[in-house]
Nanobody
Framework: QVQLVESGGGLVQAGGSLRLSCAASGRTFNSAGMGWFRQAPGKEREFVGFIRRNDRYTYYADSVKGRFSISGDNALNTVYLQMRSLKPEDTAVYFC????????????????WGQGTQVTVSS
Protein backbone atom coordinates (compact mmCIF):
# COMPACT_ATOMS: atom_id res chain seq x y z
CA GLN A 1 0.00 0.00 0.00
CA VAL A 2 1.24 3.49 -0.81
CA GLN A 3 0.69 6.34 1.59
CA LEU A 4 0.96 10.01 0.73
CA VAL A 5 1.28 12.52 3.55
CA GLU A 6 1.03 16.26 2.99
CA SER A 7 2.46 18.83 5.37
CA GLY A 8 3.25 22.52 5.49
CA GLY A 9 -0.23 23.99 5.48
CA GLY A 10 -1.26 26.80 7.76
CA LEU A 11 -2.51 30.35 8.05
CA VAL A 12 -0.80 33.06 6.01
CA GLN A 13 -1.61 36.64 5.09
CA ALA A 14 -2.43 37.60 1.54
CA GLY A 15 0.76 38.12 -0.42
CA GLY A 16 2.65 35.61 1.66
CA SER A 17 4.19 32.26 0.78
CA LEU A 18 3.92 28.67 1.89
CA ARG A 19 5.62 25.47 0.80
CA LEU A 20 3.68 22.25 0.98
CA SER A 21 5.38 18.87 1.04
CA CYS A 22 4.10 15.47 0.02
CA ALA A 23 5.97 12.38 1.15
CA ALA A 24 5.30 8.95 -0.30
CA SER A 25 5.88 5.83 1.77
CA GLY A 26 4.90 2.20 1.77
CA ARG A 27 5.58 -0.34 -0.93
CA THR A 28 7.92 0.75 -3.67
CA PHE A 29 6.15 2.11 -6.67
CA ASN A 30 7.15 4.12 -9.69
CA SER A 31 4.84 7.02 -10.06
CA ALA A 32 4.61 8.47 -13.53
CA GLY A 33 3.78 11.81 -11.99
CA MET A 34 2.46 13.66 -9.00
CA GLY A 35 -0.37 16.12 -8.93
CA TRP A 36 -1.68 18.75 -6.57
CA PHE A 37 -5.37 19.49 -6.19
CA ARG A 38 -7.35 21.68 -3.81
CA GLN A 39 -10.87 21.82 -2.51
CA ALA A 40 -12.56 24.81 -0.92
CA PRO A 41 -15.69 24.44 1.21
CA GLY A 42 -18.75 23.86 -0.93
CA LYS A 43 -16.70 23.53 -4.12
CA GLU A 44 -15.48 20.67 -6.23
CA ARG A 45 -11.91 19.44 -6.13
CA GLU A 46 -9.82 21.66 -8.39
CA PHE A 47 -6.64 20.87 -10.31
CA VAL A 48 -3.60 22.92 -9.26
CA GLY A 49 -0.64 21.40 -11.09
CA PHE A 50 1.36 18.27 -11.84
CA ILE A 51 4.92 17.14 -12.45
CA ARG A 52 6.01 14.20 -14.61
CA ARG A 53 8.81 11.98 -13.34
CA ASN A 54 10.55 11.12 -16.62
CA ASP A 55 11.06 14.63 -17.99
CA ARG A 56 10.16 16.85 -15.01
CA TYR A 57 7.53 18.56 -17.13
CA THR A 58 5.20 20.70 -15.06
CA TYR A 59 1.78 22.10 -15.86
CA TYR A 60 -0.37 24.47 -13.84
CA ALA A 61 -3.90 25.72 -13.68
CA ASP A 62 -4.30 29.25 -15.02
CA SER A 63 -5.39 30.42 -11.57
CA VAL A 64 -1.98 29.62 -10.07
CA LYS A 65 0.36 29.94 -13.05
CA GLY A 66 3.28 32.22 -12.26
CA ARG A 67 2.65 32.00 -8.50
CA PHE A 68 2.92 28.28 -7.72
CA SER A 69 5.67 25.86 -8.66
CA ILE A 70 6.10 22.10 -8.21
CA SER A 71 9.37 20.31 -7.65
CA GLY A 72 10.52 17.02 -6.23
CA ASP A 73 13.34 14.57 -5.76
CA ASN A 74 14.47 12.29 -8.58
CA ALA A 75 11.96 9.54 -7.84
CA LEU A 76 9.22 11.97 -6.81
CA ASN A 77 9.05 10.27 -3.42
CA THR A 78 8.90 13.78 -2.02
CA VAL A 79 7.17 16.53 -3.94
CA TYR A 80 6.82 20.18 -3.08
CA LEU A 81 4.28 22.84 -3.93
CA GLN A 82 5.81 26.28 -3.51
CA MET A 83 3.07 28.90 -3.27
CA ARG A 84 3.83 32.62 -3.55
CA SER A 85 1.72 35.76 -3.72
CA LEU A 86 -1.09 33.91 -2.01
CA LYS A 87 -4.63 35.23 -2.30
CA PRO A 88 -7.69 34.63 -0.10
CA GLU A 89 -9.19 32.61 -2.95
CA ASP A 90 -6.32 30.13 -2.59
CA THR A 91 -7.83 29.06 0.74
CA ALA A 92 -8.59 25.33 0.51
CA VAL A 93 -7.55 21.87 1.57
CA TYR A 94 -4.63 20.88 -0.63
CA PHE A 95 -4.14 17.27 -1.70
CA CYS A 96 -1.26 15.55 -3.40
CA UNK A 97 -1.88 12.57 -5.63
CA UNK A 98 0.22 9.97 -7.42
CA UNK A 99 -0.46 8.42 -10.78
CA UNK A 100 1.22 5.38 -12.32
CA UNK A 101 0.07 6.04 -15.86
CA UNK A 102 -0.54 9.20 -17.80
CA UNK A 103 -1.07 12.09 -15.41
CA UNK A 104 -2.94 15.26 -16.15
CA UNK A 105 -5.63 17.57 -14.85
CA UNK A 106 -8.30 15.04 -13.96
CA UNK A 107 -8.49 13.44 -10.47
CA UNK A 108 -9.33 10.07 -12.03
CA UNK A 109 -5.80 9.93 -13.49
CA UNK A 110 -4.33 9.46 -10.01
CA UNK A 111 -4.56 6.25 -7.99
CA UNK A 112 -3.20 7.39 -4.65
CA TRP A 113 -4.18 10.39 -2.57
CA GLY A 114 -3.04 12.06 0.61
CA GLN A 115 -5.36 13.18 3.38
CA GLY A 116 -4.92 16.87 2.62
CA THR A 117 -3.52 19.88 4.41
CA GLN A 118 -5.41 23.10 5.13
CA VAL A 119 -4.18 26.37 3.68
CA THR A 120 -5.91 29.52 4.85
CA VAL A 121 -5.07 32.91 3.38
CA SER A 122 -6.33 35.92 5.30
CA SER A 123 -7.05 39.25 3.63
Amino acid sequence: QVQLVESGGGLVQAGGSLRLSCAASGRTFNSAGMGWFRQAPGKEREFVGFIRRNDRYTYYADSVKGRFSISGDNALNTVYLQMRSLKPEDTAVYFCAAGTGVVGTEPAMYEYWGQGTQVTVSS
